[in-house]
């Protein structure tokens, strides 16, 4: 996702595309144990977004 759409987003929405990375990250880290995660360049790319996420958040909170 983009940070210039993660932008636009407000905090509810924000929350809940954190909420649905972190369900995300869970299936592919039992992928991931159970030897069947097909992609694991995705795995980096959620931290990533994930922390892309909580800096716009603290952004707006301070800002």
């Known amino acids: 996702m983009k940070v210039k759409e993660l932008k ?30 097909e992609n694991p360049a995705r795995v980096k790319e959620l931290r990533r977004t994930v922390a892309r996420i909580k800096t716009i958040q603290n952004q707006k909170v301070e800002g």
């Not at 595309?17 to 991931?32: R, S, V």
Request: charged share 25%; proline share 0%.
């Open 8 to 37: 636009e987003m407000t905090m509810e929405e924000l929350d809940q595309q954190l909420a649905d990375i972190k369900k995300e990250q869970f299936n592919l880290q039992l992928q991931h144990v159970s030897g069947q995660l």
